[in-house]
């Protein structure tokens, strides 16, 4: 797959979601200025942007929450504006942001009970709380009031609610925020089961190694449009560079040729195809003679290399960010 045809998944299945031109303003600023995103059946779209980009906004659209001024949206063939609520209900499936449990409910009351919403006759919501209390971890917590969870707990309730009818599409939008190691592996492992069972994800996250681990296709959201869309390993085969970072013992040199300091270390100031051939050529220059290296690091192509090309930002302004790091 080539650069120029990386805005489609190349797929032969019938999407099941995709949109075409949509586009959103909020008192006259454009955020959405025409997305195009197609979703194939049973897998996940890991969507990436920066911080206040659109994300959100979008998933408000598909979701059929937030109605844009203009473009065509399809979810499980169906137009979210254009189906009774009740529909469309059934075959999409939301956690927002902010956590929508009931607090006075123990966690398993708050899956029967939104199953019940669900349509589910009781014997069903029952079985399938049981199902997404054992899915989630929540074993422990099952008789606990939502109100006494932890953060993380409640997040991974929350997550729950969100796939209690079995939805063909879901949209979880950042879904591990406040979660510790045990609550991510348990959303990650549960939103890799629904796609198994043929649910249809947008997810939308800061971690990046998140979107590894789901093996998930990528959608960058930049400036209001989708600006890359395609497989993780096509993603980073076309975006993503290699680095070093050397560091030194007492004083750096001064001044080197093609390289920068940054924090102390030494970076090429240019993309790096052939690391050790860098290197060596570095070690030949004459200002390296009385320098001292502590450590080299050769920094893979990966998915966060991806990210920082596509969002055209540097290595500095991702350490600002803490994208991709998790750390955010
Ligand atoms: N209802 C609203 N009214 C006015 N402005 C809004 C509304 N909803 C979102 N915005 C603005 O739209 C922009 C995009 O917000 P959105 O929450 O969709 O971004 P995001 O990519 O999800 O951000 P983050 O990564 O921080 O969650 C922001 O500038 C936000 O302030």
């Known amino acids: ?46 969507l990436l942007g920066k911080n206040g980009t659109g994300k959100s906004t979008l998933i408000s659209a598909l979701a059929g929450l937030e109605e844009p001024d203009s473009g065509t949206i399809s979810v499980g063939g169906h137009d979210p504006y254009r189906t009774p609520s009740r529909v469309f209900g059934r ?28 349509g589910l006759s009781m014997r069903q919501a ?5 199902e997404l ?37 879901l949209f979880l939008d950042e879904p591990t925020v406040g979660a510790d190691v045990e609550a991510r592996t348990g959303i990650l492992a549960m939103v890799r089961t629904m796609a198994e069972q043929g649910a249809s994800i947008i997810y939308t996250t800061h971690y990046l190694q998140e979107i590894e681990h789901l093996d998930a296709a990528l959608a ?26 050397v560091g030194f013992v007492g004083r750096p040199p001064s001044h080197v040729e093609g390289w920068r300091m940054v924090d102390g270390h030494l970076e090429p100031d240019h993309p790096v195809s052939n ?16 320098a001292s290296v502590n450590d080299i690091t050769v920094i ?4 966060e290399s991806a990210y920082r090309t596509i969002m055209g930002m540097d290595t500095d302004d991702m350490r600002q960010s803490g994208t991709g790091n998790g750390e955010d």
Do not use: W
Not at 23 to 31: E, H, L, M, N, S
């Open 300 to 303: 893979q192509p990966d998915i």
């Open 1 to 46: 797959m080539e650069r120029s045809n990386m805005n489609t998944v190349a797929t032969e299945e019938r999407p099941a979601l995709a949109c075409r031109s949509v586009t959103k303003a909020f008192g006259g600023r454009a955020v959405l200025k025409g997305v195009d995103l197609n979703l194939p059946q049973g897998r996940i779209l890991g």
């Open 220 to 245: 960058f959201l930049v400036d209001g449009r989708i600006s890359v869309q395609g497989p993780l390993d096509e993603v980073v085969r076309l975006y993503a560079k290699a680095s070093l970072r």
């Open 126 to 130: 029952r079985s399938r709380a049981d």
């Open 133 to 169: 209390i054992e899915l989630m971890g929540l074993r422990p917590q099952a008789a606990t009031r939502a109100r006494d969870l932890s953060g993380g707990q409640k997040r991974r309730l929350h997550t729950a609610i969100a796939l209690v009818h079995r939805p063909r599409v």
């Open 91 to 118: 075959i999409v499936g939301l956690a927002p942001q902010d956590l929508g449990i009931y607090p006075n409910l123990t966690v398993r009351d708050n899956l029967r009970g939104f199953g019940g919403i669900q």
């Open 275 to 290: 690391p050790e051939r860098e290197i060596a050529e570095l070690f030949r220059r004459p200002s390296m003679q009385d």
